[in-house]
Nanobody, 125 residues
Framework: QVQLAESGGGSVQAGGSLRLSCAASGRAFGNYAMGWFRQAPGKEREFVAYITWNGGSTTYDDSVKGRFTISRDNAKSTMYLQMNSLKPEDTAVYYC??????????????????WGQGTQVTVSS
């Protein structure tokens, strides 16, 4: 299995930027496609972005497209989420996850088997 740990969260004003990191340990990080999800207070966890095992393909939710960039460095066993032009509605706990199932769309959180503990992002207006 793989262990995941997010970092880089914090508080920022609207229009600002943050870069989240997801560090992996355990089984080979490069074997897994990865995703970012987020959960705001009182809301369900939702898909943010996805990247294939080699970084060759990415997918974004429409709400973050053009503002967020997902990337990975397999040599460092780390995935990133660069978040620019942040909005108050981006406030949430952000989670990284490793995909282990392929029978449904990348946006389905049930396709992911390993999760980090989350990192809080707060955007003030």
């Amino acid at each position: 299995q793989v262990q995941l740990a997010e970092s880089g969260g914090g508080s920022v004003q609207a229009g600002g930027s943050l870069r989240l990191s997801c560090a992996a340990s355990g089984r080979a990080f490069g074997n897994y496609a990865m995703g970012w999800f987020r959960q705001a207070p009182g809301k369900e966890r939702e898909f943010v972005a996805y990247i294939t095992w080699n970084g060759g393909s990415t997918t974004y939710d429409d709400s973050v497209k053009g503002r967020f960039t997902i990337s990975r460095d397999n040599a460092k066993s780390t995935m990133y989420l660069q978040m620019n032009s942040l909005k108050p509605e981006d406030t949430a706990v952000y989670y990284c996850a490793a995909r282990i199932r392929y029978r449904d769309d990348v946006r389905n959180m049930n396709m992911y088997g390993y999760w980090g503990q989350g990192t809080q992002v707060t955007v003030s207006s």
